[in-house]
């Protein structure tokens, strides 16, 4: 089946540094990919939707210089979250959507973020 | 945007007790998903149900479009079962409610 693949599974990071985090779709073409971000005991919350070689969609209130996204091919997506700070910690979901001949979307396995 | 409401928000279910779930939402849409959030925080996809039932082993789900519902079933409950459910219409993206969160006991 369609395998989203997320890495880091956990990344521990200094607060003012940076950290990406790379999405790829394994054995299809994702030409949009999602980007959640979830507290503990929280639903996930849509950060932006990511269009394959244009500039990715922000929901409101989510700040689009601190969380970079970039879609440059359509097996990958990577989220950087830039001057990380204590706050930034959560857990981070990506997600594509299954086209022609599947249904619905795929999830990664999620990246857990602790700025310290 | 959509509007999802999930309950109960939680369940404690004994092993092979049989249990419903109810997702609400405020809007029509395209279509909705269900997934199961395990412990480790991977979602699983268990159903994409724009309407009607349908049935996968001792999960079963079905979805009233024009009454804006939808409904998981749990039936024969496993301690593996444990986790958040999470519904999600689907309006060109997810949106998702707050989850049921599921304790089977053995």
């Known amino acids: 089946g369609a395998v989203v693949s997320q890495h880091p599974s956990w990344v521990i990071c200094k607060s003012g540094t940076s950290v990406k985090i790379e999405c790829r779709s394994l054995?299809?073409?994702?030409?949009?990919m999602f980007w959640y971000r979830q507290f503990p005991k929280q639903s996930l919350m849509l950060m932006a939707t990511?269009?394959?070689?244009?500039?990715?969609?922000?929901e409101q209130g989510v700040e689009k210089d601190k969380f970079l996204i970039n879609h440059a091919s359509l097996t990958l997506s990577t989220l950087t979250v830039t001057s990380a700070h204590p706050e930034d910690s959560s857990f981070y979901i990506c997600?594509?959507?299954?086209?022609?001949?599947?249904?619905?979307?795929?999830f990664g396995s999620g990246t857990r973020l602790t700025v310290v | 945007g959509i509007q999802v409401e999930q309950s109960p928000p939680d369940l404690i279910l004994q092993e092979g007790a049989n249990s419903t779930l109810r997702c609400n939402f405020s809007?029509?849409?395209?279509?909705l998903q269900w997934f199961h959030q395990n412990p480790w925080g991977q979602l699983i996809n268990l159903f994409y149900?724009?309407?009607g039932t349908k049935q996968n082993g001792r999960l079963s789900a079905t979805t009233v479009a024009t009454e804006r519902y939808s409904l998981l079933y749990i039936s024969s409950s496993q301690t593996t079962d444990s986790g958040v459910y999470f519904c999600?219409?689907?309006?060109?993206?997810?949106?998702f409610g707050a989850g049921t969160t599921v304790t089977v006991r053995a």
């Open positions: 990511s269009n394959e070689g244009s500039k990715a969609t922000y």
């Open positions: 054995d299809f073409q994702a030409t949009t």
């Open positions: 149900i724009p309407s």
């Open positions: 809007d029509s849409v395209n279509n």
């Open positions: 997600s594509a959507e299954l086209g022609q001949g599947w249904n619905g979307y795929t």
């Open positions: 999600a219409p689907d309006d060109y993206k997810l949106s």
